[in-house]
């Protein structure tokens, strides 16, 4: 079945797909699956063991570690930020740096303490899983996403400038970037 290209979700006005592409997701998956793959293997216990043990044995919480304890409360605390600001932006929001012809600029909501909140939650999910696993080295690797997410903030706030003009410039000066009051 051909596409409709005359649906407005497919109506680009701005991209930054290849830039996205190359600067961002593939240096984002090389550094994730590297911080997995080490906060797995270095981590006691061995992290997927763990998540396996928890999704057979629920009830079973107490066996955990504080250490355990803080890494599975960010994952839970990071990924609900994130889908609750997924949730948010509703149409606006695609997995590469677009605008669409219908794009509406979100500033309520968890929107109104951070312009990023998407990211923030994967950021705190993220460095959640080596704490979990008790991995030093894998927590040092998820830490070399962080540059890796500001630079797409970048990308991203240019298409938000450009396509909004002086309403996102507004929204910058009152809005933090990413950790709300703080940065």
Known sequence: MPKDDSHPRFKFVRSAIREDLLYFAAPALLVFTAGLVVSSLEGYGNLMGKLWQLVNQPGNLSSLSWQNMLGLALYVIGLTIAIVAQYMLQRSYAPTLVIREDHQL????IYRYTRHPVYLGVIIAIVGLPIFASSLYGLLIMFALIPIFLYRIKMEERLLTEEFG???????ETTSKLVPFIY
């Open 106 to 109: 979100v500033t309520h909501g």
């Open 166 to 172: 002086d309403a996102y410039q507004t929204y910058q």
